[in-house]
């Protein structure tokens, strides 16, 4: 229940939706009452003028009691509106800070369905809350007390009818209860098969599994069809079954009610009102075991909302700032495995790089080039005294003081459905249209972007440039940002050895007095690096400068001549 504890900013216009509520409630049970008045007094005597009378009273309390309701109605809508989006908003922040592996415990579908389907499902139980559930109880009680002063011997019917409706609405619930959170996770499961043949479409159809995709996906929305269907029916069978003790009742008070009215113990108008007390007092409960259908569904859903909210988080990082640039990363013995993971993917790995110089970073696929990068990121945490920033220990420095001062090349380019202007201040959101052309400039974009270059529209993640085009936008939005630090993750591996080598160049003038980074799998790209370090199985098989390494070290050799280098000894 902790979530609802949002709804507390919001007391005053909760306050205001109750008294309206219980305004309208009022007004709907003083109604039978007038009724009965009028058949009563004024249509059995004969009296026009007191006819005519109670139904302006009647009007003026319909009026009132429309009013109360539609203005209930509005605040309620508000609050509730206010309060899912508070609601998604929390939910959004928390996942926006949790890391790589917290994500991966809950999945990416399933987080997608708790902020939106387990939201929306909290959302409908609010403003169901806010006025029918309120009005349920009122509208019991009062109908019970006006159905009692009416006719006290007709109100046996009511002790009879009542616990029937009682026990099959506790049965009800107790069946449907633990079939919900399992409904959810088959939910997860659908939008998690839904996602995995969007973003794999082009991987399904080079190798016709088609086929596959749709007889998996036809496995689990199945599965979700056959506990769909019954919960469904659990919940359907409640309505007729109160359907028919309601109209039970209704004989049963239409039958001893005219027999009091043929002993002259009741009139006809208070035995029509008697009818709508009656008829009041068992659809509240109708309506409330309506809304209790809600209640295990909204149980689940908050669960997994809480389970997101009161997630120990993993942190990274401590409280310390960095003042000023950074001039200095030094790695010693870096050792860092991946949790849950059977082995280590970095073994004692040192490495050092000062303002002004590159460290070009080469080997194998799995050799733990992207996972160092992802230290020095502060994705993950690297071991008590092994990378330092300015000499002091990257656990201790603040990492979004950290970021700001690293620019960042990924491997996969990401771009939002915007245009390139708008894109490239994702790096800086300041950036001017001069700074802008600059780095688009720098990162030899103009041969395809052309004169009107800010405006393009990138469409689709970048679905309409080439992998070479989106890498070199990509570059050109880290060089927007004016960092201490430039890290390129395998960011030229799609460009041609041309183009390749003009960038480079181009760079070379950009980043004169910067720490650069680039990893990559062609010795080409980092040939002219100061200082290389050559990573196999997660230990440094090299470090050194080019020419070194093609001398002293083989697996360094092998590669830069297999990639068409020249050697001599």
């Known amino acids: 229940m902790e979530i609802y504890k949002g709804l507390s900013k919001y007391r005053l216009r909760i306050l205001v939706v109750l008294l309206l509520t219980f305004g309208n409630a009022l007004g709907e049970l003083f109604l039978p009452k007038l009724m009965s008045l009028v058949i009563d007094k004024g249509v059995a005597y004969g009296d026009t003028d007191y006819i005519l009378k109670m139904g302006m009273i009647m009007i003026i309390v319909v009026i009132l009691t429309v009013t109360c309701r539609a203005t209930a109605a509005y605040h309620s809508s508000k609050t509730t509106m206010a309060f899912s989006r508070d609601l998604r908003y929390d939910l959004f922040k928390k996942i926006n800070y949790l890391s790589f592996d917290d994500v991966e415990h809950f999945s990416i579908s399933s987080l997608i369905t708790r902020t939106t389907d387990d939201v929306n499902q909290v959302e409908q139980m609010v403003l169901m809350a806010l006025r029918p559930l309120i009005r349920g109880p009122l509208m019991f009680i009062g109908g019970l007390i006006m159905a009692l002063s009416t006719n006290l011997k007709l109100s046996i019917i009511l002790p ?31 939008n998690e098969l839904f996602r995995r043949r969007l973003t794999g479409l082009r991987v399904i159809r080079a190798f016709s599994r088609d086929d596959l995709e749709e007889n998996i996906f036809d496995e689990a929305n199945e599965e979700y069809r056959v506990m769909a269907t019954k919960v469904n029916k659990l919940l359907i069978n409640m309505r007729p079954l109160l359907t028919i003790i309601l109209n039970l009742a209704l004989v049963a008070v239409m039958y001893f009610g005219a027999k009091l009215v043929d002993i002259r113990e009741l009139g006809v108008g208070e035995l029509m009102a008697y009818i709508q007390y009656i008829t009041q007092v068992l659809m509240a409960m109708i309506m409330m075991s309506f809304l209790l259908n809600l209640i295990p569904r909204t149980y689940a859903s908050m669960n997994r909302i809480n389970e997101v909210l009161d997630y120990e988080s993993t942190k990274t990082g401590g409280r310390e700032s960095i003042e000023g640039d950074i001039y200095e990363i030094r790695g010693e013995n870096i050792s860092f495995g991946y949790p849950d993971a059977h082995r280590k993917v970095l073994n004692n790995i040192n490495f050092d790089v000062k303002k002004g110089e590159t460290l070009g970073i080469i ?161 080409a790209t980092i040939l002219n690096a100061d200082k290389i370090l050559v990573l196999e199985d997660g230990e440094v098989a090299g470090y050194g400068t080019h020419e070194d390494l093609m001398k002293n070290n083989e697996i360094y050799r092998e590669i830069a001549i297999s990639q068409g280098q020249n050697y001599e000894e």
């Not at 049965?171 to 919900?180: C, H, S, W």
């Open 160 to 190: 009879v009818t009542i616990p029937f409706i009682a026990i099959g609405l506790y049965f009800i619930l107790k069946r449907g209860l633990p079939y919900f959170p399992i409904l959810q996770r088959r939910l997860d499961k659908i």
């Open 363 to 523: 080997g194998g696929t799995g050799s733990g080039k992207t996972t160092l990068l992802r230290l020095l990121l502060q994705f993950y945490e690297p071991g008590y005294q092994e990378l330092f920033i300015n000499g002091k220990d990257i656990r201790n420095l603040n990492n979004y003081d950290m970021r700001d001062k690293i620019s960042y090349v990924p491997q996969d380019s990401f771009f939002f459905s915007k245009s390139v202007k708008d894109n490239m201040r994702y790096a800086k959101e300041d950036a001017s249209d001069s700074e802008i052309k600059r780095s688009l400039q720098y990162a030899k974009t103009s041969d395809f972007l052309g004169e009107d270059a800010l405006s393009k529209e990138i469409t689709g993640g970048g679905a309409n440039f080439s992998g070479g085009q989106k890498q070199r936008l990509s570059i050109a939005r880290a060089l927007t940002r004016d960092a201490s630090v430039y890290i390129f993750d395998d960011s030229f591996s799609a460009l041609d050895y041309e183009t390749d080598y003009e960038l480079r160049k181009s760079l070379s003038d950009f980043l004169t007095d910067k720490i650069v980074i680039i990893v990559a799998q062609r010795v």
